[in-house]
C-alpha cells in the first residue's frame, strides 16, 4: 500500500481540509536527528511543532530535553501546563508577560529571555518594577553566528544579535552580573546561513557550489570564534548551557566542543524546504489534504484553497508542495489561491471531485496556524486527533 493509499484510508471519515501527522515518519525524522546530534541533547524548537501534544511526544523520546520557544507569552503558557527548562528565543518587548514571568517565581524558574544588549537589561527592569514579589530574570546572551567576509561588504546569516567577538560578550555579561535580579543561564548563535539554507538547491549548480563555501568557510570560522567568546563569558558566569545549530546543521555544530546543546523542529516534520540538503533525508511527516471540487479540463483539476505561503524571501519555494498523487503542479497564472487552486498534470486526469490531493507545507509550525487539529495517523490507522496551538485558543505569533 503506498502512502497516498495509506493516508486515504486512515481519514477516510474526515472531510478536507484537514492536516496529519504521520507518527512513523516522525519518529524517523527524530531518531535521525538524535542520531546526528551525537550524544549533546535537541531543544525542541517549538515554533516548528505548535502543538502541546506533539511536543509531549517528541520530549519523551531519549535525545530531546527543554524547548526553544518563540515568544515569552507562548513560554508563559507552556510552563503553565507544566513543560519546563523553556528558552524564548527571541528578546521580547511585551511588559505583560514579563512582569507575569517576575510575579511567578516558580515560573520564572523555568523560563530563560533572551537579551542582546543592555537596552534589553533596562527594559525588562522597568517592566517588572512593581512585581512583587520579584522573581530572578534568568537571561541569555544572543550572539551573532553570521558569515562576513571581504571586510564585511559580504554577509550571510539572519539579522540578529549585535554582539559578536569575545569582549562584547564578555562585557554584556558582566553587566548582567551586576544587575540584582537577573542571572545569565546561557548563550545562544543561531548558524542560520547553515542550518536554514539548503546546500544542493536543484538545478542550481553554480548557486550550490557557493553555498558549500561558504557554509565551509563559516563553520571553521565559527568554531574558533564561538570558542573564545565561551571561554570569556565563562570568566564571567557559570553558564548552564550554550545552544547552536538547527536541523539543517546539527551534526556541524556539535562537532564544536563550546556547544553544550543543539535546537531542533523543522526536522522532526521535514516540510519541502528541507528536501534541499545534502547531508541528510528526511520523511515527509506533516501534511495537509484539500478536496477537489472543480475539473476545469482533462488535464486540470481545481482544490478548494490552499494558499498557504511560508513566511521568508517570497519566491515559489515559499509556495506548498503539490505531494500526492505526484506529477501535479501548479497554474503558471495562479499559483496556490486564497479560495481556489488549480492543479495541472497527467495525474489530475484520474482525480474526481471530492477526491483528496495531498500538499506539504514548505516550512514546519506555520501550518498548524490554519489547522485547529493534527490528526495523528500511524500506519494506514487514525490513532489520535490532537489540537494545534489555535485549537487551543492560542496564536502567539
Not at 105 to 131: N, W, Y
Not at 190 to 200: F, M, N, P, R
Not at 350 to 357: A, E, F, K, P, S
Not at 372 to 392: F, K, Q, S, W
Amino acid at each position: 500500500m503506498d502512502d497516498r493509499q495509506r493516508y486515504d484510508r486512515a481519514t477516510a471519515a474526515l472531510e478536507p481540509p484537514f492536516a496529519i501527522i504521520d507518527l512513523a515518519a516522525m519518529r524517523a525524522n527524530a531518531a535521525d536527528l538524535v542520531r546526528r546530534a551525537a550524544g549533546k541533547p535537541i531543544r525542541v524548537a517549538s515554533k516548528s511543532v505548535r502543538s502541546r501534544a506533539v511536543l509531549e511526544r517528541v520530549l519523551a523520546m531519549d535525545g530531546f530535553r527543554g524547548i526553544m520557544a518563540f515568544t515569552l507569552p507562548e513560554a508563559l503558557w507552556l510552563a503553565g501546563h507544566g513543560f519546563t527548562d523553556i528558552l524564548v528565543a527571541y528578546p521580547t518587548a511585551d511588559r505583560h508577560a514579563l512582569a507575569t514571568l517576575a510575579g511567578d517565581p516558580r515560573v520564572a524558574g523555568h523560563v530563560t529571555v533572551t537579551i542582546d544588549s543592555a537596552a534589553h537589561l533596562d527594559f525588562i527592569e522597568a517592566a517588572v518594577a512593581a512585581a512583587r514579589p520579584r522573581a530572578e530574570i534568568r537571561v541569555c546572551i544572543d550572539l551573532d553566528a553570521g558569515y562576513t567576509a571581504f571586510g564585511g561588504k559580504f554577509r550571510a546569516g539572519a539579522l540578529r544579535s549585535p554582539i559578536r567577538d569575545a569582549e562584547q560578550a564578555a562585557d554584556l555579561a558582566a553587566a548582567v552580573a551586576k544587575r540584582p535580579g537577573f542571572r545569565l543561564a546561557g548563550l545562544l548563535a543561531y548558524e542560520a546561513q547553515i542550518a536554514g539554507i539548503g546546500d544542493a538547491p536543484p538545478g542550481k549548480t553554480v548557486y550550490a557550489r557557493a553555498i558549500r563555501l561558504m557554509q565551509a568557510q563559516s563553520a571553521r570560522e565559527l568554531i574558533m570564534r564561538r570558542g573564545r567568546i565561551v571561554n570569556a563569558v565563562r570568566q564571567v558566569a557559570d553558564l548552564e548551557f550554550v545552544n547552536a545549530g538547527g536541523t539543517g546543521s546539527i551534526e556541524r555544530t556539535v562537532r564544536e566542543k563550546a556547544i553544550t546543546e543543539v535546537a531542533a523542529g523543522s526536522g522532526l516534520f521535514h516540510p519541502r524546504l528541507f528536501d534541499f540538503y545534502r547531508r541528510f533525508t528526511g520523511h515527509p511527516a506533516a501534511l495537509f489534504a484539500l478536496p477537489v471540487v472543480r475539473r476545469p479540463g482533462p488535464d486540470t483539476v481545481t482544490v478548494l484553497g490552499g494558499g498557504y505561503v511560508a513566511s521568508g524571501q517570497a519566491g515559489p519555494s515559499r509556495l506548498p508542495q503539490p505531494y500526492l498523487p505526484a506529477g501535479l503542479r501548479y497554474a503558471p497564472d495562479e499559483g496556490a489561491g486564497e479560495v481556489q487552486t488549480p492543479l495541472l498534470g497527467q495525474a489530475a486526469q484520474d482525480l474526481r471531485i471530492g477526491d483528496r490531493v495531498w500538499f506539504r507545507h514548505a516550512k514546519a509550525g506555520e501550518l498548524c496556524e490554519r489547522f485547529d487539529t493534527l490528526h495523528l495517523v500511524d500506519g494506514d490507522t487514525l490513532v489520535e486527533a490532537v489540537p494545534t496551538y489555535r485549537g487551543e485558543g492560542q496564536t502567539f505569533l
